[in-house]
């Protein structure tokens, strides 16, 4: 595998152990309209460049990390 | 003998068209082939920034069917499947159409009762599907261990007799070849970098070859639309995840229909060169690399040896991976983008080679008319707002 995921409780780790969880976005507001729903449910950046996303250890730690990896390249950025 | 005449040239794009396709893959082709063809339309360019099917087109796995469950969508491809029937004579290219027949195994009884419920939907819509009792499938395909030894036996297949495969690369060309004689200019080589919109109105692209001036513009790249979308300042609803396929040994023929298993997630073909094609489910994780891993091909290579007991020693040889843009509802984006001029052919996901001629004549029959056909209306981008998404059950 071309790349392996810093979980901070389990160290750097094979990304099948891991389930992908798509790109960090920040949810509507509660009284938000439906524009603004769907734009956050279905619509991605998707973008061949760096890109924030969730990934959920589920066979290791169980918790959900954050980490950013340019998802052409698989190249990770350190914090 | 080969024939010495040039199956088609590649032309320098000029600078104005009537229609501009983005993307020279089985889409675009097909789109640029019908709009010349069946709508008249003279000056069509299909730029290609790598080389004419370097995508999807040339990476999937030639698997043809109609095996959807939504009533919207099923008419759809039932005509696709129809149409390759009768498009190796249309386009004077042998296209290899074999209409060998799938196996959709079931491994459980609630899966059974699913699949029954699936080819029910099917059959009302006209499409020929029948059930299969595991004797019954180990008549047909004698290598295929249906005894209780796997550790997910075989309770059941649907078999889909009007399924089959088409060679992808022959349709390609084919495509190809009919865009050539009928004018279409075929330019590889040249990126499109920019959309022009003026107000709003589509007016033309930026590309690496110079500005190039067209009052319809169609999107039809395959993997790589979010690109589209970044240039036109909004975002489509997909994800891009690849896709790993590869091929074994060259065998002497044992497998004549196309077996799959949608909960296992494996498929596979022996193509008429002999060697087997494998394929399976969609890569874990967002990417738009195309590598392939270890664990999906030992992965498919497990599950292949649990039901075919005799490829134990079989080697892999080749693999690759393509790019597949899925949305929520696995059904594609068809018809307009908001912008006047610029219509969309995206989202296609894992199911686009199948989809190829009705899809070009639709897309056709859009730009050229400016309305949206019946069949492809729930494929809208608008259903993402209006909350009518495709109801779609299988992936």
């Not at chain 2, 079931?106 to 009302?124: I, K, N, T, V």
């Amino acid at each position: 595998m071309a790349f392996l995921i810093n979980c901070p409780n389990c160290g750097r780790r094979n990304p099948y152990e891991f389930k992908f969880g798509g790109e960090s976005k920040i949810a509507p507001d509660q009284g938000a309209d439906m524009k603004a729903w769907s734009d956050y449910l279905f619509f991605h950046e998707n973008m061949p460049d760096v890109q924030e996303e969730w990934w959920f250890h589920s066979m290791g730690c169980g918790d959900w990390v954050k980490i950013k990896r340019n998802i052409a390249t698989h190249e990770m950025s350190e914090e | 003998m080969a024939s010495a005449k040039q199956l088609l040239q590649y032309k320098q794009p000029g600078k104005s068209y009537d229609v501009i396709v983005i993307g020279g893959g089985l889409h675009g082709l097909a789109t640029a082939y019908n709009l010349a063809r069946y709508h008249g339309v003279k000056r069509i360019a299909v730029l290609e920034r790598r080389y004419i099917g370097f995508g999807g087109s040339g990476r999937n796995t030639e698997m043809v069917r109609s095996n959807k469950r939504a009533h919207e969508t099923l008419p759809f491809y039932k005509e696709s499947l129809e149409m390759w029937d009768g498009l190796s004579a249309e386009l004077e290219w042998n296209l290899l159409v074999q209409k060998k027949g799938i196996l959709a195994l079931a491994h459980s009884d609630p899966e059974l009762a699913a699949m029954r419920m699936m080819s029910d939907s099917q059959r009302r819509a006209g499409i020929e599907i029948e059930m299969l009792s595991p004797q019954e499938i180990g008549k047909m395909v004698p290598s295929l261990d249906v005894s209780d030894r796997p550790a997910l036996p075989i309770f059941g297949a649907q078999y889909h007799p009007e399924g089959g495969t088409v060679h992808h690369d022959a349709a390609l060309w084919g495509y190809a070849k009919g865009c050539a004689r009928y004018g279409v200019n075929i330019c590889v080589g040249v990126e499109v970098t920019g959309i022009k919109v003026n107000g709003e109105k589509v007016c033309g692209v930026d590309t690496n070859a110079g500005y190039i001036e067209a009052p319809n513009v169609h999107v039809a790249v395959g993997g790589y639309s979010s690109e589209i979308g970044r240039m036109i300042g909004m975002q489509f609803p997909v994800v891009t995840y690849p896709m790993q396929v590869m091929t074994t040994d060259i065998m002497d023929p044992f497998l004549d229909q196309y077996v799959a298993s949608p909960r296992l997630h494996f498929y596979t073909q022996q193509t008429l060169k002999g060697d087997l094609i494998l394929g399976g489910p969609l890569d874990p994780f967002q990417s738009w690399n195309s590598y392939t891993t270890w664990e999906e091909s030992s992965d498919r290579a497990f599950k292949i040896v649990e039901y075919f007991p005799d490829l134990a020693h079989v080697r892999v040889v080749r693999s690759w991976s393509g790019l597949c843009d899925c949305t929520v509802d696995s059904a594609p984006i068809m018809g307009g983008s908001g912008i006047d001029g610029l219509s969309l052919d995206v989202a296609w996901g894992y199911y686009g080679f199948k989809s190829t001629p009705a899809c070009g004549k639709y897309a056709a029959e859009y730009i050229a008319s400016g309305q949206l056909p019946e069949k492809i209306k729930p494929f809208a981008l608008d259903r993402f707002f209006n909350r009518q998404l495709v109801r779609e059950i299988i992936l």
